[in-house]
């Protein structure tokens, strides 16, 4: 009995062992850009950091332009449903993978709100857009911040939607990240994907939502690019500041039950830095409002926000 017991641990230590060497084993080169450019709806383009992957539509629109720009580690699939919305009622609508994350390169370096913003402005540079309204969501509030406080006149408003980028941070002194926190994060992965359903209110709504996120974890260098980019928050208070004396339009979504970004952590900050906001609540959502309750969002993002 004792011996079939301990064949059933060895066998699944050795599953588990195959299980967690399948992940981070596709690197990022020059022949994965080259053999998956056509099996994707955007293009990519190279920048001063790495290849990064870009969608847009409508392209030629004289109605406006909306940047959507992602969080922390879901790639720019997760606006999707905003996206095609804004490029129906014939938005000039742009998303992209920031450096790190889907198919973007996964450069060696620090993974700083100035990286991506520097990022999303390079390319918006290349596609000759002067202007736009950008959505930043969760941590891409921050990447926001960031764009303005570097380029104020590219842009037109500003959208926080479950913004991270307002709460306090402790960055640590050590901003290296080593290969044995690489290594331990990596054998959270079994657990990474479908952990993020955490972030609906009503996650058997999204019971596929983890299936995508899955092919994430085969890239190599997603790991370090999560940890860089955590360890690499630091306060964006003078950012916000000046944000709120250029005269900027900003808006604060968040949905009524978040528990990724917890409203009454950060509200009193929030009104001290950004006293002139407009701000809602959309009702039965989460940390992904723009998907919970679509309806409502929708409504008012073009309806009160964005206007043609």
């Known amino acids: 009995m004792r011996f079939f017991q301990i064949f059933a641990i060895f066998l699944f230590i ?35 950091e790495g290849m990064t992957y870009y969608e847009e539509i409508n392209s030629a629109s004289d109605v406006g332009t909306l940047i959507f720009v992602h969080g922390f580690s879901v790639p720019s699939y997760i606006w999707s449903p905003t996206y095609e919305s804004a490029a129906q009622k014939g938005y000039r609508v742009i998303r992209m993978d920031l450096y790190g994350r ?3 390169a996964n450069p060696n370096v620090p993974y700083t709100d100035t990286l991506f913003a520097k990022q999303v402005l390079e390319l918006l540079d290349f596609l000759n857009v002067e202007q736009a309204n950008f959505l930043g969501l969760s941590n891409g509030g921050r990447v926001i911040s960031k764009i303005a406080f570097l380029n104020k006149d590219v842009v037109e408003r500003l959208i926080y939607v479950a913004s991270s980028g307002f709460q306090k941070k402790n960055s640590p002194r050590n901003k290296e990240v080593s290969q044995q926190e690489i290594d331990d994060y990596i054998e959270t992965y079994p657990l990474l994907a479908e952990s993020q359903r955490k972030d609906f209110k009503n996650p058997e709504q999204f019971p596929d939502w983890g299936d995508k996120y899955e092919k994430l974890l085969q ?5 370090n690019a999560l940890l860089s980019t955590r360890k690499n928050h630091v306060l964006l208070d003078f950012e916000h500041e000046m944000i709120n004396e250029t005269g900027i339009p900003v808006y604060t979504i968040f949905g009524d039950s978040d528990p990724v970004v917890v409203y009454d952590t950060f509200r009193d900050r929030l009104s001290e830095l950004l006293p002139n906001r407009n701000e809602i609540f959309i009702s039965k959502s989460g940390h992904l409002p723009h998907m919970e309750n679509q309806n409502e969002f929708e409504a008012y993002l073009f309806e009160n926000i964005i206007k043609k």
């Open 14 to 48: 050795v599953s588990c062992t195959q299980f967690l060497t399948s992940y981070e084993k596709i690197e990022k080169n020059e022949i994965f850009f080259e053999n998956i450019a056509d099996k994707l709806p955007g293009n990519f383009v190279l920048l001063s």
């Open 219 to 223: 890239y190599k260098g997603f790991a």
């Open 102 to 104: 889907g198919y973007s």
